[in-house]
């Protein structure tokens, strides 16, 4: 017997992303995120880091919220990309345990957290509800 409320038709595979080798592998070696991300722009563990970087910086300006913000962003429309072209139709698991999802999921979280912290509380709402779509253990 099925669950009322069960989706009959089952969820969506997991969505996979394909690692980016070269990226990875300079980030890796202490390259600066902003060469990473400029040599492979489509490299959203690259723009995660960049967003990371300045959000997390010691006595954060607006500046840094907004640098925070819009390397997030950047990095979560490169991963939008990414997901789509592997077979992502806008909703279904994309797992953290998968170590190539997490820089689109890290952009993600950079982002919900800037856009709290600027007041754009939409914003945070959706990219809370995409991490919990995604990852169920991502969000609060």
């Known amino acids: 017997m099925t669950h009322p409320h069960q989706n009959l038709l089952g969820e969506p595979p997991a969505t996979l992303l ?37 959000i997390d910086r010691p006595e954060r300006a607006l500046a840094d919220t907004v640098e925070a913000y819009a390397y997030a962003r950047t990095g979560y429309h490169r991963g939008l990309d990414a997901l789509r072209r592997n077979g992502w139709k806008g909703y279904g698991p994309v797992p953290w345990s998968h170590e190539p999802n997490r820089g689109f999921l890290r952009c993600v979280i950079v982002l919900a957290r800037a856009a709290e912290a600027i007041g754009e509380v939409d914003e945070q709402q959706r990219c809370t509800q995409l991490l919990r779509d995604c990852d169920p253990s991502l969000a609060p």
């Open 18 to 54: 394909p690692g980016t080798p070269e990226a990875e592998a300079e980030l890796a070696a202490g390259d600066p995120p902003a060469e990473v991300a400029a040599h492979h722009p489509t490299a959203s563990a690259a723009w995660a880091a960049l967003a990371e970087a300045a």
